[in-house]
């Protein structure tokens, strides 16, 4: 049965004083007045399981700091930025992109991530061009050694080949390219 969400208030946080940002598959999304992100869960296992993901990464470049864990909730760091999807949309697919990439899936490799899947809708782009992730889930649980649905969805868009391109150009040798021809 799909859990609802009945919270008006949650801890000492009045929701109607949030801007509602989105919901996904684990939770709903507000901003806070000060800034940072209050994330309601629909289970308290998924709630603590991200802000742990969160905690031992903690200081990269890459992913929100969290804050505070509740039952159901965990207070975080606001990502803004540009959504990847819209900005690739806007600037294209540059070599420059495609390297920042390929330099977070290297990076979540060195936090010790065993799920190197990158999501479009979890990836946003900073004023300054680096990446930021959010959501990140069973990223020590599951086995997915190449961000698969970041290629399905480049393919869909009409620029994984470009992608692949750039990727034996300046990282001859990288394994994805192998998982991405099957």
């Known amino acids: 049965m799909k859990k609802e969400y009945s919270h008006s208030k949650v801890h000492d946080i009045e929701l109607k004083d949030c801007k509602y940002l989105g919901q996904g598959h684990s939770g709903r999304v507000y901003l806070m007045p000060d800034g940072k992100v209050l994330k309601i869960f629909k289970s308290s296992t998924s709630c603590k399981a991200e802000f742990d993901i969160l905690k031992s990464v903690e200081g990269s470049p890459h992913f929100p700091k969290a804050y505070k864990l509740g039952d159901h909730y965990m207070i975080r760091e606001y990502v803004g930025g540009m959504n990847v999807y ?97």
């Open 86 to 182: 819209d900005y690739i949309k806007k600037y294209g697919l540059s070599r420059s992109f495609v390297l920042k990439v390929v330099d977070l899936v290297d990076h979540m490799k060195k936090l010790g991530f065993t799920k190197l899947e990158v999501r479009f809708p979890h990836l946003f782009v900073q004023e300054d061009g680096t990446l930021m992730m959010i959501d990140p889930r069973k990223s020590y649980e599951e086995y997915i050694p190449y961000p698969k649905s970041f290629f399905r969805k480049l393919k869909k868009m009409g620029l994984l080949d470009k992608f692949i391109r750039i990727l034996e150009e300046e990282r001859k040798g990288l394994k994805w390219i192998e998982y991405i021809k099957r």
